[in-house]
């Protein structure tokens, strides 16, 4: 049984940074990408970054140069720094394994407002 656990969310001022933690429970699941997804009120969840057992990443265009995601394999974990952090950040975040995703986290979430 897969589990993924989240935490890092919170309130922060535009400009601001957090770095989101998810550690990951299971059999297996270093060989596989892990990820961060994001749903804001309103609007469709959407991919924000992911990265392969490699180390090979791919961004979301609007967070390419101020996020940055990385995994520590031999603790089956996948952060998220972000830095710059824009209103429009403002979303539930959200780890997910797989790609397509096949887990999901329950879901941290990151409040950018003065």
């Known amino acids: 049984q897969v589990q993924l656990v989240e935490s890092g969310g919170g309130l922060v001022q535009p400009g601001g940074s957090l770095r989101l933690s998810c550690a990951a429970s299971?059999?297996?699941?270093?060989?596989?990408?892990m990820g961060w997804y994001r749903q804001a009120p309103g609007k469709q969840r959407e991919l924000v970054a992911d990265i392969n057992n490699d180390g090979s990443t791919r961004y979301a265009d609007s967070v390419k140069g101020r996020f940055t995601i990385s995994r520590d394999n031999a603790k089956n974990t996948v952060y998220l720094q972000m830095n710059s952090l824009k209103s429009e950040d403002t979303a539930v975040y959200y780890c997910?394994?797989?790609?397509?995703?096949?887990?999901w986290g329950q879901g941290t979430q990151v409040t950018v407002s003065s």
């Open positions: 299971g059999s297996l699941v270093s060989i596989y990408i």
């Open positions: 997910t394994l797989r790609r397509p995703p096949r887990y």
